[in-house]
């Protein structure tokens, strides 16, 4: 058998990280629930034409076909979804005659995309996805709603505070156009880079796509304004007027930023930030786009990001517009592992040992096991029939905390950590409600 070689970029959790990531999921997915989004799995390829777009991520995708098919067997044309928004798309469309609109709907699952693994950033992890998509008109409360219910469910989260930064594409786009930008969604992909490569480099690439020293100049100083209310908006009047803009031309993205800030701070307080730098580079949004950061963790980047999209859905003739956000549940774990912001009270589900005298009253320990596992108590029963003390040491091990001890005259129950023990009955005993199954508790 050939030498095991670690795989970068594709985690594999220990059962303690396990229980972590299952609560963040969990919770996660408790609160779509609660604000009325339904959950749908969507299979994990698509057909490659329809995920490479017109975006960057092309470059990532996988491919997907057997290691022994033959060239022309219509395997070839697949690949992993790198992101759940597209199959969420192609969803929408095959299924629009079962759907009631306006459709919203909640996705957590796998997905896989092929960028090099840094911290926080993986090529196999889990995204976390609510969107909601109109027939006919999308309200624009529908941008603050899902902003809002995800910063409800990150606060519920063993994390620090969370700032929602959030910007409106009509705006900058509106702003670009203003000051002679020709490819604007161009534009847009580069100023999208600016943590990553700076104020130097994102003017070196408008510079070579044509963009004049003044309107890069223009671009970017608009990218430096954020506030925490709407505050942003005499800024960019200020700015624009430096540059020669008509403030109508600006009016309805000013005005969409305002209230989109305003809302999400209404419903949680704090948590929204104007901040005219977030462009998403992505060409689908069309209004409203959201990158998250974590108060203290910012070296992370965004765990979580999305925005308004008009054009992304079609059914027939039509397109549908939609609204969404995505939680990145893996980058997220990555970190509450990594500087211990939570720990797992125990990696095992079983509360309780089944302590074994030996082999031959192995059949009594399992009837209790399964006295307590009727009544929804985790159980299991020793693999071995050793001395108490060395089971004990393997309850101990395992993270388990009780160990159940059968006796002819009436069992007894140990809690190995303060070392009490009672007289127990299957039919009437419990471990205590923090000890029947694992917890999470922040570091």
């Known amino acids: 058998m050939s030498r095991v070689v670690p795989v970068s970029g594709f985690p594999e959790w220990a059962p ?11 919770t996660l997915r408790e609160v779509f629930a609660l604000h009325g989004f339904a959950e749908i799995e969507t299979r994990a390829i698509e057909p490659l034409d329809r995920l490479r777009g017109d975006s960057d991520a092309a470059k990532e995708i996988y491919a997907l076909r057997r290691v022994l098919a033959d060239a022309d067997d219509g395997d070839s044309g697949v690949g992993l979804h790198f992101d759940l928004t597209v199959p969420f798309a192609r969803y929408v469309e095959e299924f629009s005659g079962r759907i009631a609109f306006p459709f919203r709907r909640y996705q957590i699952q796998k997905v896989w995309r092929g960028e090099r693994p840094q911290e926080g950033r993986f090529r196999e992890f889990y995204q976390a996805d609510i969107d909601v998509v109109a027939r006919d008109t999308l309200p624009a409360h529908l941008e603050i709603e899902v902003a809002a219910v995800v910063a409800r469910a990150l606060g519920r989260l063993p994390i620090p505070p969370v700032r929602i930064h959030v910007n409106d594409r009509r705006l900058v786009e509106a702003f670009y ?10 534009a847009l992909r580069s100023v999208d880079k600016l943590s990553k490569i700076g104020r ?6 408008l510079r070579g796509a044509g963009v004049s020293d003044a309107a890069i100049e223009a671009c970017l100083d608009l990218a430096e304004l954020s506030a925490p209310d709407a505050s942003f908006a005499d800024d960019v009047r200020a700015l624009a007027l430096r540059n020669g803009i008509p403030e109508e031309a600006l009016a309805e993205g000013i005005a969409s930023l305002t209230a989109l800030v305003d809302g999400i701070n209404a419903a949680v307080p704090g948590v929204a930030r104007a901040d005219l730098r977030i462009a998403r580079g992505l060409d689908y949004y069309t209004g409203a786009v959201y990158e998250t950061f974590l108060e203290g963790h910012e070296d992370l980047g965004s765990i979580c990001s999305g925005g308004r999209y008009d054009s992304l859905v079609r059914v027939g003739g039509s397109t549908l517009p939609g609204v969404g956000i995505s939680v990145g549940v893996t980058r997220l774990v990555s970190r509450i592992l990594s500087v211990g912001l939570a720990t797992a009270t125990r990696g095992v589900p079983s509360a309780v040992l089944i302590a074994v005298a030996d082999e031959s009253s ?6 209790i096991a399964a006295a307590l596992r009727a009544r929804g108590i985790p159980c299991e029963v020793s ?3 050793a001395k108490f003390g ?4 393997h309850a101990d091990r395992r993270g388990i905390p009780f160990v159940w001890f059968p006796g002819e005259s009436g069992d007894e129950v140990k809690d190995i950590r303060s070392g009490e023990q009672v007289s127990a009955d299957a039919a009437t005993w419990a471990p205590p409600t923090d000890d029947l199954w694992p917890r999470v508790e922040r570091g």
Request: aromatic share 0%; glycine share 12%; charged share 30%.
């Open 16 to 26: 303690e990280e396990r229980v972590i990531e299952r609560h963040v999921i969990e």
């Open 200 to 205: 130097e480099g994102v003017a070196a690439e």
């Open 383 to 385: 693999p071995n029939a």
């Open 390 to 393: 060395k089971q004990i040491q």
């Open 177 to 186: 156009g203003g000051v002679g930008v020709a490819d604007i969604p161009a």
């Open 362 to 367: 192995r059949t009594g320990s399992e009837v």
